[in-house]
């Protein structure tokens, strides 16, 4: 059964939530009795007792990080002239991610505009002179920006820089001695590691919340190049901007947003690693602006099906989908099918791995990739360039096609080869059968077939008949490719 109302949601909080109290989540006039826990202890059989197994963790106590390092983290008060405030889509048609999502991603949460407007956050201090981070949607289209500190001192804080691709902005304010954080290595954490975040949700400023983290280099739908640490931990609105701490103290993220079907935590919570963060942070108190590497290539993630159908021996590695030709990709050679299993001196496990490191490099560093091409290993160099500050995606009739794959396709016309913006391929005019089960729809146009070109219905149907079970199909829907894996059966 698929999930209903799934929102992947900034978790800045509105004024209005801060406001309401304590009942706000259970309905005006209502009180709910709240009733002290009772341990329930079971009657033992004298020498029943076995002892643990040695991989239980003992209980973790969070409350020496939160006595010392409660203080550097501060409450981000937000006004702002039609500042947006993001909202949960509670509309009630909203599905869990499937192939749609690839082509078109996620739709920003919806917002409310008024005038005035004001938002909460949380944010800590990274610096005794008064230097702060946060998410740039705490402070998105903002006027004015308090700070206020766990001593109850307020400041106006100066934004010196945020950053939408990332979600980091930092802020100024003017005051000395302050309390620090210290930064952590997020490559050193490990899934199930204990995990705590200090926050305001809701405005109930210094909040304190732990669980684990439940998966690393994360990649969330809408394609940042982010590799988000998932953990369990209860994040609502105005937990946004605070920091992730693990067991020794060290900031290791900053919590960004979650996944909900109300706006309100269910576990799913999401965080910016701090080594991302750090990078972006120095790039933005030096310059006022990020720069990052560009390669030119959309990716995505290997399964068992591609891997067939490529006849690869692991899923290791990032899928080539599309190459723009006038990029750093392009003139080093690369091509749709081949799979980037290195970079340099990082391994390629997962296509999410791909965008952060070259993202990371200077632009105008030359690097080498490593991939394979046709199951063969091979060697390019590529020179990276400036990745914009817009979002690029990179992602006669013929005789209809029929058949297993359950398609019926045209030849394009040339000026539809120059609207779609290739050389060949099939217009998909009719799709059931495997090719619907997979996700195609009509409208989309065939690319090629387990990385092959295909130019006919004719081609296609050869190449259907020689796949056995398994193919891969390039197909382009708008502006956007991805290989779609078919199970012919």
Excluded: W
Excluded at 393 to 413: D, I, Q, Y
Excluded at 465 to 489: E, H, T, Y
């Amino acid at each position: 059964m698929k999930p209903k109302n799934i929102t992947r949601t900034a978790i800045a909080g509105g004024m209005f939530a801060a406001l309401v109290g304590v009942y706000a989540g259970f309905g005006g006039g209502h009180s709910i009795p709240v009733h002290a826990a009772v341990p329930v202890v079971a009657a033992v059989e004298p020498g029943s007792m076995q002892s643990a197994p040695a991989l239980l963790a003992p209980a973790t106590n969070f409350s020496g990080i939160v006595a010392r390092y409660g203080p550097s983290v501060v409450n981000i008060s937000v006004t702002g002239k039609g500042h947006q405030v993001a909202l949960a889509d509670q509309s009630g048609d909203r599905q869990e991610p499937d192939l749609s999502q690839f082509f078109g991603g996620f739709q920003p949460p919806r917002s409310a505009e008024a005038e005035p407007v004001h938002s909460l956050g949380s944010g800590f201090v990274i610096s005794s002179s008064g230097l702060i981070l946060t998410n740039a949607h705490v402070v998105e289209g903002a006027s004015e920006v308090v700070v206020k500190l766990t001593d109850r001192r307020e400041f106006k804080a100066k934004v010196l820089g945020a950053d939408r691709m990332s979600d980091v902005a930092v802020l100024k304010i003017d005051a000395t001695d302050l309390p620090v954080v210290k930064f952590g290595n997020p490559a050193a954490a490990h899934v199930g590691d204990p995990v705590l975040a200090i926050g305001s949700p809701y405005g109930f400023e210094n909040t304190a919340t732990s669980g684990i983290i439940s998966a690393k280099a994360r990649s969330l739908p809408e394609g940042s190049y982010v590799p988000f640490l998932q953990t369990d931990v209860a994040l609502n609105p105005g937990n946004s901007g605070g920091p992730l701490f693990n067991l020794q103290g060290e900031v290791i993220g900053i919590n960004s947003q979650i996944y909900s079907r109300t706006g309100g935590y269910q576990g799913l919570s999401f965080a910016i690693p701090i080594d991302v963060a750090n990078n972006v942070e120095q790039q933005l108190v030096a310059s006022g602006k990020v720069s990052r590497g560009h390669l030119g290539i959309a990716v995505q993630e290997l399964n068992p099906a591609l891997m067939e159908s490529f006849g690869l021996k692991s899923v290791h590695g990032a899928l080539v989908s599309s190459v723009d030709q006038q990029s750093p990709a392009g003139r080093a050679g690369l091509q749709s099918g081949d799979v980037i299993t290195r970079v340099g001196d990082h391994d390629i496990n997962y296509s999410s791995d791909l965008p952060v490191q070259i993202a990371l490099m200077k632009p105008g560093t030359t690097t080498t990739l490593n991939l394979l091409r046709d199951g063969k290993p091979l060697t390019v160099e590529a020179t990276i360039g400036a990745m914009n500050d817009k979002t690029v995606t990179m992602a006669g009739n013929a005789e209809p096609s029929h058949g297993k794959l359950g398609v019926v396709v045209r030849e394009l016309a040339k000026d539809e080869q120059r609207q779609v913006g290739v050389p060949s391929g099939l217009l998909v005019e009719q799709v059931g059968g495997a090719a619907a089960q997979a996700g195609i729809e009509p409208g989309d146009v065939i690319v090629s077939v387990n990385g092959v070109a295909v130019k006919s219905g004719e081609q296609l149907q050869q190449m259907i008949a020689k796949s056995g079970k398994k193919m891969a199909l390039l197909v382009q829907r708008n502006d956007v490719r991805i290989f779609v894996p078919i199970d012919l059966g």
